[in-house]
């Protein structure tokens, strides 16, 4: 999906957000931890996005790194906190940040906004972990390109779900 035009005003982004905080917490942790990215910053985060490419060795010009972060008028930035002291394993820690980055792309979506999903560029614990004031047990999972939708919304062609689904029944399993 292509966003551009207007992100979410602040009643809109703090919507996101309360979606955010409803996601799965065994242990109520909750591990995760947003930077909202907009106006101005954008810029600083392109400039991010055009290093990332230029030292990593990606396969993507710098300028066109940099048009990438500055295609949507908003950016969210979600991480994972991983506590390694827990007794909630750090997976199941990753999997509630990746909860509440879905929740909040489904709150957008329901609000007629655009949004989608990226990996950060130089991965989870690269160079931009620290320019979005993450530290070092903080891990991005997502970032989130926000804005309006520009045109209409492909629906992707969805599998069968049959040939993912099996039901155990003792000692087999069985494919649905």
Request: aromatic share 6%; hydrophobic share 45%.
């Amino acid at each position: 999906m292509a966003v551009g035009g207007a992100g979410t005003q602040r009643r809109g982004t703090a919507l996101v957000f309360a979606a955010a905080l409803r996601a799965a917490d065994h242990g109520r942790l909750q591990p995760w931890r947003f930077a909202l990215v907009r106006e101005n910053a954008l810029a600083a985060l392109g400039e991010a996005y055009a290093e990332v490419a230029l030292t990593m060795g990606q396969d993507v010009a710098p300028e066109r790194a940099r048009a990438k972060a500055l295609a949507s008028p908003m950016v969210i930035a979600v991480a994972a906190r991983l506590d390694g002291q827990s007794k909630i394993p750090e997976h199941e820690q990753l999997l509630s940040a990746g909860a509440a980055a879905m929740n909040m792309l489904n709150a957008l979506h329901m609000m007629g906004y655009g949004g989608f999903w990226k990996s950060p560029p130089g991965g989870p614990e690269g160079p931009l972990r620290s320019l979005m004031g993450f530290g070092r047990t903080e891990r991005i999972v997502a970032m989130i390109h926000v804005g309006t939708a520009k045109g209409e919304s492909r629906d992707p062609t969805r599998a069968d779900p049959s040939g993912f689904v099996s039901e155990c029944q003792g000692a087999e399993a069985h494919v649905l």
